[in-house]
């Protein structure tokens, strides 16, 4: 069935250093994939998107790679700061579902002072 | 410009009764969606409105229900709670189309 995950539940790293956070994805039909962010008590938050007709996109310290032969997707941050630390999830959507995201379950980054 | 609000912010409810959940949505958006939250889990979609009509709907059962008024909010009612449904519950609206899904804060629903 479909299905989005994130390979690692957890990650950390050094402030100042660059974070990659990655998702895997199944179905092949999927053609708009969005990043958030989710603090504590908090909804998510918009980071990035990228469609399928693209496979980088760039953002302020922010970077989306699409590998669709393979159905990853992955976000790079660079420069860690402690207010990245958060929850990230990918979700995705596709054509015909253009209105109902699919979640991650999440990555839990913590950025180490 | 304020952005999705919603309410209450945290409702404790008991086994078997009945609740509804509030979202005005971002100004310019006029479609409203819903997800639930367990915790350390990604957002489950529940399902949408647009034009004071449920648009599409996930998996879940006929005890969650909602409601768009023509000012573009919109309620969330689940009958019967179970314990399961204890959950943060999500309310995200949009323009026509998806560029600018914007979430609230939601609602943490704790059902005892």
């Known amino acids: 069935g479909e299905s989005v995950g994130l390979h690692l539940p957890t990650l950390s790293v050094q402030e100042g250093d660059n974070s990659i956070i990655n998702c895997a994805y199944s179905?092949?039909?999927?053609?708009?994939f969005i990043w958030y962010k989710q603090e504590s008590g908090k909804g998510p938050q918009f980071i990035i998107d990228?469609?399928?007709?693209?496979d980088k996109r760039q953002g302020q310290r922010v970077t989306v790679l699409l590998n669709k032969t393979v159905k990853h997707l992955s976000l790079q941050i660079a420069a860690t700061q402690p207010g990245d630390s958060a929850v990230y999830f990918c979700?995705?959507?596709?054509?015909?579902?253009?209105?109902?995201?699919?979640f991650g379950a999440g990555t839990t980054v913590t950025v180490r002072a | 410009d304020a952005g999705v609000t919603q309410s209450p912010t945290h409702l404790i409810k008991t086994r078997g009764q009945q609740v509804t959940l509030r979202c005005s949505p971002k100004?310019?958006?006029?479609?409203v969606s819903w997800y639930q939250q367990a915790l350390g889990q990604g957002p489950q979609f529940i399902f949408q409105?647009?034009?004071?009509?449920?648009?599409q709907r996930g998996n879940f059962p006929d005890r969650f229900s909602g409601h768009q008024f023509p000012n573009y909010s919109s309620e969330l009612n689940v009958n019967a709670l179970l314990l399961g449904d204890s959950a943060l519950y999500l309310c995200?609206?949009?323009?026509?189309?998806?560029?600018?899904?914007?979430f609230g804060s939601g609602t943490r629903l704790t059902v005892v």
């Open positions: 979700a995705e959507t596709s054509r015909g579902n253009d209105y109902k995201l699919s």
């Open positions: 409105y647009y034009e004071e009509e449920e648009r």
């Open positions: 990228i469609r399928s007709n693209m």
């Open positions: 179905n092949s039909a999927s053609d708009y």
């Open positions: 100004s310019g958006h006029d479609t």
């Open positions: 995200a609206s949009t323009p026509m189309g998806l560029e600018g899904y914007t």
